[in-house]
């Protein structure tokens, strides 16, 4: 057990072991190891870095509070730049597709819903100060780690629903006249590996709604905001 895992540990020492206390150690010891990463990055040896992570979380107990208040356009700014960086990810990628001819219409959807977060983005980012950054929204969070779920959960029925489609649609005959899959060539090698990976962009909105959930406690009212 490292430096983190023990802190976790106790933080949580008077809390019952429950799915909901055990789900949100995960989350809290994920923190801290990104910002213990964070911290190694900007020049701090391994333990000062897992120090520094740990004196920024010293105790747990707001997060029982069902009902946390964030500070709505700070939240939703940061939110809309991790779309938007998720975005132009998810395209570079795409960019070596289009050279062999695939991934096209794709490629040109990311482009263009890049070329839209970036732009509402950027408004915002303008934007910000004064009153407009002290408007202020509450959540439950029993209600937004329910939403992460069901999110991670569709899309993991939407991915597997995909994927069954494809291989019926490729392979149907195949399975059910028994025959043997023949791939001709490297092309086709290719294209049948890049139909199979594309669904795998849509894991942009489940990353997104999980980096959104973690970000609420970042600009909860009442706290320091890390800048």
Known sequence: MNRLERHVEKLFASYQETAEVKEL?????????????????EGLEAA??????????????????????VYLNRWRLEVIQILLLYTLIAWVITIPLTV???AMRLHFVLLLASVVIGLIYFSLYLRRGGRLDERIV???RKALLRL???????????ILALLIGLTLLQFGSNIWFQRPVLISGPYQFATLAV??????????L?????????LV???KVGDEVER
Request: charged share 25%; hydrophobic share 45%.
């Open 195 to 204: 139909s199979y990976g594309l669904p795998f962009v849509s894991l942009i």
């Open 138 to 140: 509450s959540f439950s």
């Open 48 to 69: 000062e870095a897992d120090q520094k992570a740990v004196s920024t979380l010293e105790r747990v107990d707001f997060f029982f509070s069902d009902t946390v208040t």
């Open 100 to 102: 062999l001819g695939l």
């Open 148 to 158: 992460r779920k069901l999110v991670w959960i569709g899309w993991s029925a939407l």
């Open 217 to 219: 406690d970042k600009y």
């Open 25 to 41: 150690k995960e989350e809290i010891l994920s923190n801290l190891e990104a910002k213990s990463a964070d911290f190694q990055t």
């Open 206 to 214: 489940p990353l997104v709604v999980s980096a959104a959930l973690r």
